[in-house]
C-alpha cells in the first residue's frame, strides 16, 4: 500500500473490510501521526490509531466512464502508451484502449477456480516490458479434489494472446473454500517481488504456521527463486518465501516513497489494518486483532495485543473493505501530490489520505460509484477505477 513517512512523521493509513462479499466500512478524518523513527525502530515505535467515521465529500471534477460490461473486473496495470490490462474474475484478460475500445479475451491465461473470491486477480506490467514484454498475473489456482491456492504466474504478452506462461510461485498447501486470496503483485525497487495472500478464510489458524504459506507476504524473483536475503532462508521446517506472516487478507500493497512495503488487510468484524511488513516479523492474525467475529463474539481470547506481535500503524471499525491502492505522483489534481488513494468495496468509493503538518488526514469520495476494486495512476496523470459489479465499469477520474 502507498502510504509514506515523512521526515518527521512516522506516517498512517486507512482501510478496513469485513467478508460478505471480500469485506466491510467508514469516510473527512484527522489522526495525530507519531514521531519519525528509523525502519527498524518502526514497529516498537508504533501506537494504533483508530479510524474515526469521516462524511463523503464532493469530488473535484467527475468520473468518466471509459468502457463497461466488465464482468467482476479485479486488476488494472497500464502497458507503453496508455492501454491497460483489465482483469475479469471469471479468468478473462483484456486489453482497454484509452478511447474505451476493449479487445477479446486474450487465449493462453491460466485456469483459474472461479468461485466466490476466487479466480483471475491482480495483472502487472514488468518493470522493463518495453525489452521483454513480460506480464505477471494472480489467481486462484486449482487443485486436487476442490481445492485452490494463490499462484503467481509470468507470461509474454503477443497478438491476442499470452506465450511462454510459466507459474512461478504456488501458495503450499492448496485448501477448499473460495474465500481469502489475497493477491496484489508489488515490485520491489531491487527487481524482487511481493504477492500479497489471505489466511483462505478457513484456515486462519496457519497464518501462524511457518510451513504453511496461507497468511503470509512472500517475496521471490522474477524467475521464482528465493532471494537469498528473504528472513527464513535456511530454516529447517519454514517456506523460504515467506517475508511476512500473520496476516489475515491482504488486498492492498504498494511501496511508499523510500521503497518500503505497506499493505492493508480485510479484518473480520472491525479491524482492518494497516501494517508496514518488515522482513521476518508477525503481524498477529488471528491471536491478536482489533475486529470481532461476524456474529459478535471474540476471535479467538478477544486479544489486540500480545507480546512477539505487531500492532497495526492504523486500523478502521467500522471497515471500508479496501481493495486497490495507489500513491500519486502526478500534477493534475491540484493539492493532491504525494496523496494516497485506495478503492472502498463497502460503502464503496475513493478514499484519499495526506500526510501533512504532522498528521495524516483522510477524505472520501465517489461513494455512489459502489464496490472500486482497484485505482491506478495513468501515464496521463489521471487515476483510473474499476468497479466490482456484474457489469463492470473502468472510469477515468477527470479533474474540473
Known amino acids: 500500500m502507498r502510504i509514506t513517512l515523512g521526515l518527521t512523521i512516522a506516517l498512517l493509513a486507512v482501510y478496513g473490510s469485513a467478508c460478505a462479499q471480500d469485506d466491510q466500512r467508514p469516510r473527512t478524518s484527522e489522526a495525530v501521526a507519531q514521531p519519525a523513527a528509523t525502519e527498524q525502530q518502526q514497529s516498537a515505535a508504533i501506537v494504533p490509531q483508530k479510524s474515526p467515521t469521516p462524511s463523503p465529500v464532493a469530488f473535484p471534477g467527475s468520473a468518466t466512464r471509459i468502457t463497461d460490461g466488465l464482468e467482476h473486473p479485479w486488476g488494472i496495470a497500464f502497458l507503453p502508451g496508455g492501454r491497460m490490462l483489465v482483469t475479469e474474475r471469471p479468468g ?18 491460466p485456469d483459474v477456480q472461479a468461485r466466490s473470491q476466487g479466480g483471475l486477480l491482480d495483472v502487472a506490467v514488468d518493470p522493463r516490458f518495453e525489452q521483454n514484454q513480460t506480464i505477471y498475473l494472480t489467481f486462484s489456482e486449482p487443485g486436487d479434489d476442490g481445492t485452490a491456492g494463490t499462484s503467481l504466474a509470468k507470461a509474454r504478452l503477443g497478438d491476442g494472446r499470452l506465450e511462454n506462461v510459466q507459474v512461478i510461485y504456488r501458495q503450499q498447501p492448496k485448501v477448499k473454500g473460495g474465500g481469502h486470496f489475497g493477491s496484489r503483485i508489488v515490485f520491489r ?35 521464482g527463486s528465493i532471494p537469498k536475503d528473504n528472513p527464513f532462508v535456511g530454516r529447517d521446517g519454514v517456506r523460504p518465501e515467506i517475508w511476512s506472516y500473520g496476516h489475515r487478507n491482504i488486498q492492498s500493497a504498494s511501496l511508499d516513497a523510500e521503497g518500503r512495503l505497506w499493505t492493508v488487510e480485510h479484518g473480520p ?22 475486529g470481532v467475529e461476524y456474529s459478535g463474539g471474540k476471535v479467538g481470547k478477544g486479544e489486540t495485543e500480545r507480546e512477539g506481535m505487531e500492532q497495526p500503524v492504523y486500523y478502521w471499525d467500522p471497515v471500508i473493505a479496501p481493495s486497490g491502492m495507489v500513491r500519486y505522483t502526478g500534477n493534475r489534481y ?6 494516497y ?60
Open 92 to 109: 478473462r484478460l483484456r486489453i482497454v484502449h484509452p478511447n474505451g475500445a476493449m479487445s477479446a479475451p486474450l487465449a493462453g491465461v
Open 189 to 223: 525497487n531491487d527487481g524482487t517481488i511481493f504477492v500479497t495472500q489471505g489466511d483462505r478464510q478457513s484456515y486462519s489458524e496457519q497464518a501462524q504456521d511457518l510451513a504453511s504459506g496461507i497468511g503470509k507476504v512472500v517475496r521471490i524473483n522474477p524467475d
Open 269 to 290: 468484524r472491525g479491524g482492518d489494518e494497516m501494517h508496514m511488513p518488515e522482513a521476518g516479523k508477525n503481524y498477529g492474525w488471528p491471536v491478536i486483532t482489533y
Open 334 to 339: 491540484p493539492g493532491w501530490t504525494g496523496s
Open 341 to 400: 488513494f485506495v478503492g472502498s468495496l463497502t460503502p464503496g468509493g475513493l478514499v484519499r489520505l495526506t500526510l501533512a503538518n504532522g498528521r495524516v488526514s483522510e477524505e472520501r469520495y465517489l461513494e455512489e460509484l459502489g464496490r472500486v476494486r482497484d485505482v491506478e495512476q495513468g501515464p496521463d496523470g489521471l487515476l483510473y477505477l474499476i468497479t466490482d459489479q456484474k457489469n463492470g465499469r473502468l472510469l477515468r477520474l477527470d479533474p474540473r
